[in-house]
């Protein structure tokens, strides 16, 4: 036995030990699988009241900073599905409490199944600061009112009822180095487009599911989404990718 530790190492080694979001450091926001939905109605995962089609007025943060995503007017509100915030693409969107600021690293987070790939904003804040899906093929990001960059590839995301569940992931390294990354259907940890973009300007995110309110709108069921104030190497974002799938 480990002194200290009240388990053996044979213990140890029978029992997995789950790998959290919040065992990597500076988690600035996680939404969760079927956890912290509200409904207008007052329903609640919390309660185990929710249904499929409730219109989700909050959708609370599990990080440290309480920074939970809402929608106050019902008309604008995604709807709870399965678990996840379906997103239609005309006028539904989440506002975050308090705006995320990312001046230096970062790694963006999200498990969705899309219904559509034509200017869908994942994330965003205003025209300064996106990350939108333009079609199949492109991925387009924007940092701090620079350039646009297009991360394009010659593969294809699927969307509408048959498309698989995709973790979509946007990253700055230390070297201000851009990437998105792509897991799930037939791409397991893809990096989407052949390079990686530098960008140092400051990253802003003040809303989930469009770039601004009632603009960019994205359409797919959004079920997990992470940001980190720091960037998650492979072999990080790997066993994120697992605990996210084991949900």
């Known amino acids: ?85 379906e997103f239609v693409s005309n006028n539904k969107w989440f506002d975050l409490t308090s705006s995320v600021v990312l001046e230096a690293e970062f790694t963006l987070i999200m498990r969705v199944t899309l219904t559509t790939v034509s200017s869908d904003s994942l994330f965003g ?10 079609n199949e093929n492109t991925i387009r990001c924007k940092v701090g009112n620079a350039t646009q960059n297009n991360f394009t590839a010659t593969d294809a995301l699927d969307a509408g009822d048959s498309a698989p569940e995709y973790i979509i992931s946007f990253t700055r390294n230390a070297g201000n180095e851009m990437e998105v990354i792509v897991d799930g259907g037939d791409f397991t940890q893809h990096q989407w487009g052949s390079l990686a973009l530098s960008n140092g300007d400051t990253f802003t995110i003040d809303n989930v599911g469009a770039h601004t309110d009632d603009a960019g709108e994205m359409g797919g069921v959004v ?17 994120m990718y697992t605990y996210l799938r084991s949900q």
Request: net charge negative; glycine share 8%.
């Open 1 to 85: 036995e480990i002194m200290g530790l009240g388990i053996g190492l044979t213990a140890a080694k029978e029992y997995h030990i789950p790998y959290y979001p919040e065992t990597i450091p500076n988690l600035e926001l996680w939404l969760r699988y079927n956890k912290g939905h509200t409904a207008h109605d007052g329903s609640s995962t919390t309660a185990n009241d929710m249904s499929n089609g409730d219109k989700i007025r909050r959708w609370d943060d599990y990080s440290r900073n309480k920074n939970d995503a809402e929608q106050a007017e019902d008309s604008d509100a995604p709807k709870y599905l399965n678990g996840g915030s």
């Open 125 to 134: 804040s205003g025209n300064q600061n996106f990350v939108r899906i333009m």
């Open 223 to 239: 079920t997990d989404v992470l940001i980190y104030s720091k960037y998650l190497t492979n072999t990080e974002l790997s066993n």
